[in-house]
Every structure is written in C-alpha cells, then in structure tokens.
C-alpha cells in the first residue's frame, strides 16, 4: 500500500524514489510492480530508477516487465538510452515493449529514431510492428515504410501482432485526425485576420488540405465576398476543390450571383 500511495503523490515524492528503488526487487512481485508504478508516476523527477528500471524490463513476471515499460515512457527523456539499448536485447518481449514505450516519449532525438528505423528489420514481426507503429507516430516520414509493415501485420498468424497491429493503425488514424482538426482551427481564425495577406494565406493552406479542410467551409464561405480579389478568387478555387455538398452549394449560388445583371 505504501509503495502504491507514494505514486500518486507525482513528483511530490522524490525523496521516496531510493525506497522505491530498494524494493522493485522485492521477493513479493506484487510489492514490485507497485514500486514500478510509483516510479513511473513519479515521472522525471525518478531518473536515477532508470537502470533498476531497464533490468526490471527484462524480468520474467510479465507484470513487472510491461510496468517497467510504463514507467521508462514516465521518466521521458532520461530514460531513452535505456529503451534504445532494450531494442537490441536478446529476447523479442523485452524489444517490442521498449519500442513502444518509446513511442509514449515525446520529442524523440534523431538517435532515437534512427534507432527504431533500424528496428523495422528485426526477426520478428511482433517487434517489427511495434516498432512500426512508434515511428509512425512521431515521424511522418516514415509512413511509407511504416504503414505497409502495420496493414501487412493484419494479416498475420500470431494473434498478439494482428491486434496490435489493428489497434496502433486505429490509434494513428485518430492522432491524424486530431492533428488536422487542431491544424483547420488554427487556420480558421487566420481567415478573419484583418490582415488580407494573412487571411490569403491561410485559404493557400486549407486548399492545400483538400478534403480535410471541409471543418473550415462555413469560414471560407463569408470570404467569397471579401473586398481582396485575392482571397476571394482563392476562396472560390478552394472550395471548388474541398467540394463537399455545402461547399458545392455556396459556390454555384457566388456563380448564379455573378450572371445576375448589376
């Protein structure tokens, strides 16, 4: 219970983290994975646990190892070296839980991800996956690469690689989804800068989104009339070009006004 209650003090409870240390190796495991926990929630401020942490990694109660992963993503980037040198470890459990951990880490380094590249040519396809599934949530440039390793592993023997698999490319669609709708909203309150240059600029890149950018029709739709022929012309072309129905809508009814005699 002590163990379990000094985690979620947070990083409160740095003094705790020796104790903590002591008894990750404790005979009771159940004593251990709350150890383990409690340094991950701890977080940063339980760096010096990375290397009890690595070789709790490589333990052999499932509990302990999968815990320890979660608590090396915790720490962040001290913990790196650890997670980058569990890929290369002899045994396939303990390399596809540190490429996942990685991918909980943000901003990784560019060794870091050099690191997980070379990882997509492991042994095995569990860990291929895993490592897959980590790049291609932090580095876009490696989707090609990334997405045909996780579309591929749908179709795989092993039941563990399968549902990882579908879940990570579930998790990625999602992550997608939520980087273009908070990308739409930035844009949208530059299209009502009053600015014209940075309102045009803004339809530029909303254009370029095409269909992504259907968030921002309603906005782009008050722009048709806009005193900039600039922003009105490329407002047009835009919707044109994201063309859902409302968007079909509001540029037949600009090109009906226009026949209209003055």
Do not use: C
Not at 130 to 159: F, G, H, Q
């Amino acid at each position: 219970n002590a163990t379990s209650a000094l985690g979620s003090i947070g990083g409160s409870a740095k003094a705790a983290v020796p104790f903590l240390i002591n008894v990750v190796d404790d005979v009771n495991w159940e004593v251990s994975v709350n150890a383990v926990k409690s340094l991950g929630q701890i977080g940063p401020a339980a760096s010096i646990a990375v290397p009890v942490l690595g070789r709790a990694l490589k333990s052999e109660n499932e509990m302990i190892r999968s815990n320890a992963a979660m608590a090396l993503s915790g720490i962040g980037k001290a913990a790196i070296p650890a997670l980058i040198a569990a890929l290369s470890d002899t045994n396939k459990i303990v390399r596809r839980t540190a490429a996942f951990s990685l991918s909980r880490i943000d901003k990784l380094p560019k060794e870091t991800l050099l690191a997980l590249t070379a990882t997509l040519d492991d042994n095995d396809v569990s860990v291929r996956v895993s490592a897959a599934a980590a790049l291609a949530k932090v580095d876009p440039s490696s989707r090609k690469k990334t997405m045909l390793i996780l579309t591929e592993a749908l179709n795989s023997k092993d039941e563990f690689t399968r549902g990882f698999a579908n879940y990570s490319l579930k998790k990625i669609r999602e992550l997608d989804a939520l980087a273009i709708e908070k990308k739409v909203k930035s844009l949208i309150l530059q299209l009502h800068n009053k600015d014209a240059t940075i309102r045009y600029k803004a339809i530029v890149a909303l254009g370029k989104m095409g269909q992504a950018a259907s968030g921002a029709v309603k906005d782009l739709i008050t722009l048709l009339g806009d005193s900039d022929k600039r922003v009105s012309s490329g407002t047009f072309a835009v919707l044109k070009r994201i063309g859902s129905p409302e968007a079909v809508k509001a540029v037949n009814h600009y090109l009906e006004n226009r026949k209209k005699p003055d």
